[in-house]
């Protein structure tokens, strides 16, 4: 016997009914219940089950034990295991069910068995595309095709998609296909197909008496000889001998001269004799062509080719000078004349037939142009609404966030070809910016850099490029700055000397040893240490930091570009003064004084308010102020970038990015003039 074909299960094997009732473990009970289904006795199965043996588990090829038993042919074990209630519809690693692999196998009871199951599906396809109507097809298994065949539902036309092979195309010989084509849905794989071997399938059905399939594959083409016809029953033979008889009508026969040449013919044409002998001399396949008139015939013998170089006209006329020699009253004279007015009146229909068509293929060609108008004014006209929309919701951040690139790459090359005028260079720089701060480019739009207008924005462009470009760098290094993974890049260095923290975790990283929490004694110090010496000076990082802050300048108010100005300011004048000595805020308290009135420092000390004394990045003093007020607003202006609706925002947005110092003096250095 051969080979079982199917996936196989990696089970231990079992030797005996006391090994398996020995073993404890629910693993070894499962691991048992495989070999019992395909090599052991009935029994041992149902000892196992009741050993807590679970009937529906599958094993790490995916195969259960309805698989095994299915493969091996094992009747008994497949309508105990039925019995028990398992699961059929279960597929193993190469989605294959047990009626797959009984099929394959040729399993004609078991494939029995299983299809009087409940719940079985019986056109399931395995990962190689077969179902198991296909796997019996490849396999030769006649018996297992009839059972399939005979049951509800099964489709005959599944197959693998890429291969396209289906039931029939796999079918290993004659006699499968003949039962596959007694199924309506088959006889597609044969028509049309000229790799199919009608002939053969016709023999093999007239064989097996299949009355249906040789009409089914007479129809698709098939040919019938006198062998053929002998072959069949009483019934077969009269369908047979009628399409023998019928097929050797369809034949054009190889006539005598006088069928053959063009002089010969057209004297058959001139009488309704003649036509009805030419008739049925050159009758076309399939035809049941009885009209006899002189132009049906004429054109008959045209398509047939058996009439060249000539037309009705030219016959007209020939038979018009061939009367003329003939006298009034000779019959020969009458048969030509009528034979000329019998061509005249078929070149007439013809030449209406013609012009109709031709009025009829310009009327229509009309209507396909009027529809094509119709469909481009329709579509033209959708378009400009979407480009109108699109335009209306620029000033509009939610809307114009929300615009989808299709609508912007149609308004983009909508403008692009316009003119280059201030107010279309101020939408088209509103449509690029939201463009390409989706990630994508001018060439991703469709549009030609040369058109004036585009090129009028090549430095915008640009820019805005960069900018974006710069934002999704910064964005893209984000993470936790407390992290020593942070600190191996210079992309990561540069972002962690952004905030306090991220210093603080540079210094611990490498133990440096810095006075200042200052990016440059940070940058000394790793130079000092050999790292980042070219990757990363204080000049390379100022522009980097300064071309950063430029990409995020229309957002002034946020973290990034707070963290950004503060940073410049630490890398090119230290970090802020944040005290200063008793005699040093005693004289520059002095010069301020000097510049206010008694009204301005009455107001000053005016209450239990707390004085600041406000310097500049040089440590000059600005001004006095009520410290605990600016303070606060400082620390709002850091928290929400928001301007703080007081007079001293150049105070409060300088002191937040670092460039100023806020500074708390004591009220006794101030004194009333």
């Not at 042919?73 to 193993?92: C, F, I, P, Y």
């Not at 097929?247 to 063009?262: A, C, D, E, R, V």
């Not at 915008?460 to 470009?469: D, E, S």
């Not at 500049?616 to 001004?623: E, R």
């Amino acid at each position: 016997m051969a080979e079982p074909v199917g996936t196989e299960g990696v089970v231990p094997e079992v030797n005996n009914t006391n090994t398996t009732t020995n073993q404890e473990s629910a693993g070894n009970v499962q691991a048992a219940l495989y070999n019992v289904v395909r090599t052991g006795k009935l029994i041992n199965l149902k000892t196992l089950i009741n050993k807590g043996a679970n009937v529906n588990q599958k094993n790490i090829k995916g195969m259960t034990p309805l698989h095994y038993a299915a493969r091996e042919g094992r009747l008994d074990m497949v309508e105990a295991l039925l019995g028990k209630g398992v699961d059929v519809k279960l597929v193993n690693n190469d989605n294959q069910t047990a009626l797959h692999l009984a099929a394959m196998n040729g399993r004609t009871e078991v494939v029995k068995a299983l299809l009087g199951a409940e719940r079985i599906n019986i056109n399931p396809i395995d990962k190689f595309g077969r179902t198991p109507l296909t796997s019996a097809s490849s396999g030769g298994h006649t018996e297992v095709v009839k059972l399939l065949l005979n049951k509800n539902g099964i489709d005959v036309t599944l197959g693998n998609p890429n291969k396209k092979l289906t039931p029939f195309q796999a079918a290993k010989n004659n006699e499968i296909k003949v039962l596959l084509l007694e199924k309506d849905g088959a006889i597609n794989s044969v028509l049309g197909n000229t790799n199919t071997n009608k002939q053969a399938l016709l023999r093999q059905a007239i064989t097996n008496q299949k009355t249906s399939v040789v009409q089914k594959l007479i129809n698709a083409g098939a040919k019938v000889n006198k062998t053929l016809v002998n072959l069949g029953n009483d019934n077969l033979k009269k369908l047979l001998q009628r399409t023998f008889d019928r097929q050797q009508n369809m034949i054009i026969p190889k006539l005598g001269i006088g069928y053959n040449y063009n002089e010969t013919l057209k004297k058959y044409l001139r009488t309704k004799e003649g036509r009805r002998a030419l008739l049925g001399s050159y009758k076309k396949q399939k035809s049941n062509f009885n009209n006899n008139s002189l132009g049906s015939v004429f054109n008959l013998l045209k398509r047939s080719e058996k009439l060249t170089n000539i037309s009705l006209n030219n016959l007209s006329t020939e038979y018009t000078q061939k009367s003329n020699l003939y006298n009034e009253g000779n019959e020969r004279r009458a048969e030509l004349v009528q034979a000329a007015a019998n061509a005249t009146a078929a070149a007439k229909a013809k030449a209406v037939a013609r012009n109709f068509k031709t009025v009829l293929q310009t009327k229509v060609a009309e209507r396909k142009e009027a529809n094509a108008n119709a469909a481009a004014k329709a579509k033209a006209k959708e378009e400009q609404e979407t480009i109108n929309k699109v335009i209306n919701s620029l000033n509009n951040p939610i809307k114009s966030k929300n615009l989808t690139n299709n609508d912007l790459k149609l308004t983009l090359k909508n403008l692009s070809t316009k003119n280059s005028t201030n107010n279309n260079q101020q939408i088209m720089k509103k449509l690029l910016k939201i463009w390409i701060e989706k990630g994508e480019t001018v060439n991703s739009a469709g549009i030609s850099k040369n058109l004036p207008l585009v090129r009028s924005l090549e430095s915008y462009i640009a820019n805005i490029t960069r900018n974006y470009k710069l934002r999704q760098n910064y964005t893209s290094t984000s993470g936790n700055v407390t992290q020593s993974y942070f600190y191996n890049t210079p992309e990561g260095i540069k972002k962690a000397l952004l905030t306090n923290n991220g210093r603080k975790g540079i210094i611990k990283s490498y133990g440096l040893d810095v006075n200042k929490i200052s990016i440059p004694e940070i940058i000394n110090g790793l130079h000092g240490k050999g790292k980042f010496k070219t990757n990363i000076t204080k000049q390379s990082l100022k522009r980097y930091y300064e071309e950063l802050r430029e990409a995020f300048s229309e957002n002034p108010g946020s973290v990034a570009y707070r963290n950004l100005g503060a940073a410049i300011n630490n890398i090119s004048k230290g970090p802020a003064t944040t005290s200063i000595g008793v005699a040093n805020a005693n004289a520059k308290v002095k010069e301020i004084l000097s510049k206010m009135s008694e009204e301005q420092i009455a107001t000053l000390l005016n209450g239990n308010t707390k004085i600041g004394l406000v310097l500049k990045s040089n440590g000059s003093p600005y001004k006095l102020v009520n410290y605990t007020k600016i303070n606060k607003a400082i620390k709002n202006f850091k928290a929400t970038g928001k301007n703080q609706n007081l007079n001293n925002n150049d105070i409060i947005t300088n002191a937040a990015n670092g460039t100023w110092s806020l500074v708390e003096v004591s009220k006794n250095l101030i004194k009333p003039k």
